[in-house]
């Protein structure tokens, strides 16, 4: 079982940074790749971006350049740092897992089907 926990959420003006923080349960989760996704009102959930066991990360192509992903295994937290941000960034976000150590991505974009744990999400808002 493996829970995870957003934080950092808040609301900015565009131009602005945030940085999320995703904190895991479990005394194996810092050997899985954790992702974050977001969904924005009236959309689907989309990937943003994802890093593997190693800290090899992945990026969708509307965040990639702007949003970056660590991890600190030693406190079993992974951290999506937000910068230049956009309206269009406003949404729920949320990291999950499916438990394996590499991305599960299609053109460096996280895939949500095989999450097998998510957390509840944080909201990002983006005033323009």
């Known amino acids: 079982q493996v829970q995870l926990v957003e934080s950092g959420g808040g609301t900015v003006q565009s131009g602005e940074s945030l940085r999320l923080s995703c904190t895991a349960s479990?005394?194996?989760?810092?050997?899985?790749?954790i992702a974050w996704f977001r969904q924005a009102p009236g959309k689907e959930r989309e990937g943003v971006s994802c890093?593997?066991?190693?800290?090899?990360?992945h990026s969708a192509a509307s965040v990639k350049g702007r949003f970056t992903m660590s991890r600190d295994s030693a406190k079993n937290t992974v951290y999506l740092q937000m910068s230049r941000l956009k309206p269009e960034d406003t949404a729920v976000y949320y990291c999950?897992?499916?438990?394996?150590?590499?991305?599960?991505?299609?053109?460096?974009?996280?895939?949500?089907?095989?999450?097998?744990?998510w957390g509840k999400g944080t909201l990002v808002t983006v005033l323009s």
């Open positions: 999950a897992t499916d438990t394996h150590s590499e991305c599960s991505v299609v053109d460096s974009t996280p895939i949500p089907y095989g999450m097998a744990y």
């Open positions: 479990g005394s194996t989760s810092a050997y899985y790749a």
């Open positions: 890093i593997n066991k190693s800290g090899e990360t």
